[in-house]
C-alpha cells in the first residue's frame, strides 16, 4: 500500500550528486518487479516521474484511488504556467490551469485514476482490496533473477 505526496524530481547537479537517480531507479526497479498486489493512494501531489516511480498504473499498480485534493501532473501548475505563458498572467493563468488540468477527475478520465475517493473511505476501500487480491498471480516469463541497479 502506497501513499503518494511526492512533488516530483527536480532535475540539478545537486540531486545527481546526492543520489536521486541512483535511489530512484532502486524505487523503480522495486514496485516493478513486485508481485505482491499494489495499491496506491494519491493524497496530494503526484507530479512527473516521482509519481511513474511509485506504484502508478504505468508500473502495473493494482489498483489507484485519489483524494479529492490530489493533483496528477507532469509538473505543478505554477511551473507549467509560467512555461506556456512566458511569465505573463501567471496568478490567473495557474487558477485556470488548476481548474483544467491539476485535479483528480482528468487523470481519473484518462485512466490513470481508478477512482476518487474521499479521505475517510480509505481505509475501507484498502482492506476490501487487499482481501480481492490476497490470491493474486503475476503471470511472468520464468527468470532466474534480475540485475538490481546499482
Known amino acids: 500500500v502506497t501513499f503518494v505526496d511526492v512533488p ?11 543520489g536521486i537517480i541512483r535511489n530512484g531507479a532502486k524505487l523503480l526497479f522495486a514496485y516493478a518487479e513486485a508481485s505482491v498486489p499494489k495499491i496506491t493512494v494519491i493524497t ?5 516521474g516521482a509519481y511513474d516511480v511509485m506504484s502508478s498504473k504505468h508500473l502495473r499498480g493494482d489498483l489507484n484511488y485519489a483524494w479529492p485534493s490530489a493533483e496528477v501532473a507532469v509538473m505543478g501548475a505554477k511551473g507549467a504556467v509560467e512555461i506556456i505563458f512566458r511569465g505573463k ?3 490567473e493563468e495557474t487558477l485556470e490551469y488548476e481548474h483544467k488540468f491539476a485535479n483528480p477527475l482528468v487523470a481519473a478520465q484518462r485512466g490513470f485514476v481508478d477512482a476518487v475517493i474521499l479521505p475517510r473511505e480509505t481505509r475501507t476501500r484498502i482492506c476490501e482490496d487487499l482481501e480481492l ?15 538490481i541497479p546499482l
Open 8 to 18: 516530483g524530481f527536480l532535475p540539478g547537479r545537486a540531486q545527481e550528486h546526492d
Open 89 to 91: 498572467r501567471v496568478a
Open 44 to 48: 496530494r501531489k503526484a507530479y512527473g
Open 133 to 147: 487480491l490476497k490470491g493474486k498471480q503475476s503471470q511472468r516469463p520464468w527468470k532466474k533473477h534480475d540485475n
